[in-house]
């Protein structure tokens, strides 16, 4: 008997026939894939930070700026990411920006106007009292 005709003979494991123990796997994984495949559509079409050029590594995953800082050459790395778009602010993850315009940094890290940053960028001061702990 074939290896396949055993997969659809009537054969129960555990009180479950295997052909829906088959169907069930083979549904659970298109739907991770399907999940997936919206996630990186969002990601790249309708993230708030679509506009901002940059690797589309970057714009899919957060691995791209793992493995930059990882070895410590970020630095180096978005300087010449810089020139090649020739951007002040270039999208370097999901929600991350890296900015070399000084006339940005002045309206992001004004004193005087709230302009929310991603939280992670508050947990910094720890200070959970704060009153600007009220993160994206």
């Given amino acids: 008997m074939a290896f396949y005709e055993v997969l659809l003979s009537s054969q129960n494991i555990l ?5 829906r123990i088959i169907a069930g796997l083979s549904f659970l994984l298109a739907a991770i894939l399907a999940v997936r495949l919206v996630r990186r559509i969002y990601r ?26 990882e070895f410590g050459t970020a630095e180096q790395v978005f300087e010449a990411l810089h020139r090649k ?8 993850g999901l929600k991350e920006l890296h900015i070399t315009d000084i006339e940005l940094y002045k309206v992001i890290y004004s004193q005087t106007k709230a302009y929310p940053k991603y939280s992670p960028f508050y947990d910094g001061f720890n200070t959970p009292h704060s009153r600007w702990k009220y993160g994206t």
Avoid: H, M, Q
């Avoid at 009180?15 to 052909?19: A, D, M, Q, R, T």
């Fill in 15 to 19: 009180g479950l026939e295997i052909p």
């Fill in 44 to 69: 790249v079409c309708w993230n708030p930070l679509k506009n901002f050029k940059g690797l589309p590594e970057a714009a899919v995953s957060e691995d791209w700026l793992y493995r930059t800082t």
């Fill in 85 to 92: 778009y020739n951007t002040k602010a270039l999208r370097i």
